[in-house]
C-alpha cells in the first residue's frame, strides 16, 4: 500500500517481470500530494500490470476481499498509525494466501511496531527476518526470557521504546504458513 515515487512499486514489478501477474497499488494520495509520479515512473519503466486504486486502504482492501482478490505478497506502507497500520494487517492476513508473505516498512515507528508485534503472534505466522535476520531469532529467545522481567521493572513508555528497537529491523516479513483457524476466544498479549 502507497505508491510515492514507485520505488517499491517498481522492485515489486521487477521481480513479477515475465510473469503472469497483476500488481494492486493502493494509495490515495498519487494523484493529489505526490502528483503521479509514483505511476509515471511505473510507465516510464514499462510496467503494464498494474492497478491503482486511489481511496484509503481501509476502503480499499474490504473491497478487494468482496472482490475474491487472493495475494501472494502484500506490502505495507502507509498511515502508521497503530489503528491504520492494524487495519491493514488485518485486511492483508485475509487476503494472502497460505505459503504468501506480507512485508512491513517502518516497523520501528511504535504504533507499527505494535500492531505488527500483534499479529506475528498468530499461529498461521511465522516471523521470516527482516534486515537482520539472526538478531531477529537472538532477540526472540531473549525476549521471552527477559520480557516479563523488563516489563515489571520498567515504566511501560520506556520499555516499549527500548523493546521496539531491539525487537524489529525497519522491514520486517511475516509468511503465512497456515489457514488462519483462531477461535472467537484466541488472544495473545502483544
Known amino acids: 500500500m ?3 515515487y514507485g520505488l517499491s512499486s517498481l522492485h ?3 521481480a513479477l517481470a515475465g510473469r503472469p501477474a497483476r500488481h494492486v497499488i493502493v494509495d490515495p494520495f498519487q494523484s493529489t500530494d505526490w502528483h503521479g509520479i509514483g505511476v ?3 510507465d516510464r519503466a ?5 492497478e491503482l486504486r486511489e481511496e484509503p486502504s481501509e476502503l480499499a482492501l ?3 476481499l468482496r472482490d475474491g482478490a487472493e495475494f501472494d505478497l502484500v506490502f505495507i506502507d502507509g498511515l502508521h498509525t497503530f489503528d491504520q497500520t492494524f487495519l491493514d494487517l488485518y485486511y492483508a492476513s485475509r487476503l494472502i494466501k497460505p505459503g504468501g508473505y506480507i512485508v512491513i516498512d517502518d516497523v520501528t515507528w511504535p504504533a ?3 500492531a505488527v508485534s500483534h499479529i506475528a503472534g498468530y499461529p498461521c505466522y511465522r516471523l521470516i527476518g527482516g534486515t537482520s535476520a539472526p538478531i531477529l531469532r537472538l532477540n526472540h529467545l531473549l525476549g521471552k526470557l527477559f520480557k516479563p522481567l523488563a516489563e515489571a521493572l520498567f515504566p511501560r513508555w520506556l520499555y516499549d521504546h527500548v523493546y521496539r528497537q531491539w525487537k524489529y529491523p525497519s522491514m ?3 509468511q503465512k504458513v497456515a489457514k488462519d483457524e483462531r477461535g472467537e476466544k484466541w488472544f495473545r498479549s502483544f
Not at 46 to 50: A, N, Q, T
Open 172 to 174: 520486517v516479513a511475516l
Open 2 to 4: 502507497g505508491c510515492a
Open 62 to 64: 474490504p473491497q478487494l
Open 12 to 14: 515489486i514489478a521487477g
Open 46 to 50: 514499462g510496467v503494464d500490470f498494474y
Open 40 to 42: 509515471a515512473n511505473l
Open 112 to 114: 507499527v511496531s505494535k
